[in-house]
């Protein structure tokens, strides 16, 4: 199975702030990588398909890079409604796995 | 509007079976892949099954022989039939429609679930 680790676990920042998140793959998956959002007590929110495209709605603040190994979720600058754990999903093979998880919370 | 409306979840004891429903509307089920997603209480989401527009299904090794993904075209209906259940299959349980497939030249492409319903829950306990 394809691991994928996330860091940080947890970031602490303010509104208007850039913000980083990193997911590393255990082996190679190209470019088969997505990006979600979720907010305590609802359902994941697609923000990056393909490592890097933006999906539809979703606000440019929010960019995604890499392939192969490792990849990276920016968001430009930090907005109220951004607080939020983003995860990363590989879908190079089965099965499918999501990183533990990065929480977005208020400085 | 596309929307995933899940239901069937609850409480059950060890051992026993629960089969879940995924409603859909706006799209076509059986032309979409279409995933179960889990989340246990205070964790991160987890992959259960697949179900191919034709028809394959994968799933993943914690659930493998005990779960099993189906659908319904004319109802327009995804299922999540549980047996042998365990504690730690309690979570929120999500269907998702996968934007993937065959592209025109062939090869594979995958853009992510973009789509989820609302969740239901499952609580296997005695």
């Known amino acids: 199975d394809i691991q994928m680790t996330q860091s940080p676990s947890s970031v602490s920042a303010s509104v208007g702030d850039r913000v980083t998140i990193t997911c590393r793959a255990s082996?190679?998956?190209?470019?088969?990588l997505a990006w979600y959002q979720q907010k305590p007590g609802t359902a994941p929110k697609l923000l990056i398909y393909a490592a890097s495209s933006l999906q539809s709605g979703v606000p440019s603040r929010f960019s995604g890079s890499g392939s192969g190994t490792d990849f990276t979720l920016t968001i430009s600058s930090l907005q109220p409604e951004d607080f939020a754990t983003y995860y990363c999903q590989q879908a190079n093979s089965f099965p499918l796995t999501f990183g533990g998880g990065t929480k977005v919370e208020i400085k | 509007e596309v929307q995933l409306v899940e239901s069937g979840g609850g409480l059950i004891q060890p051992g026993g079976s629960l089969r879940l429903s995924c409603a859909t509307s706006g799209f076509t089920v059986s032309s979409n892949y279409m995933s179960w997603v889990r989340q246990a209480p205070g964790k991160g989401l987890e992959w259960v099954s697949i179900i191919y527009s034709g028809g394959s299904t994968y799933y993943a090794d914690s659930v493998k022989g005990r779960f099993t993904i189906s659908r319904d075209n004319s109802k327009n209906t995804l299922y999540l039939q549980m047996n042998s259940l365990r504690a730690e299959d309690t979570a929120v349980y999500y269907c998702?429609?996968?934007?993937?497939?065959?592209?025109?030249?062939?090869?594979?492409?995958?853009?992510?679930?973009?789509?989820w319903g609302q969740g239901t829950t499952v609580t296997v306990s005695s």
């Open positions: 998702a429609r996968d934007r993937a497939g065959v592209g025109a030249t062939g090869e594979d492409y995958y853009y992510g679930m973009d789509v």
């Open positions: 082996q190679g998956i190209s470019s088969w």
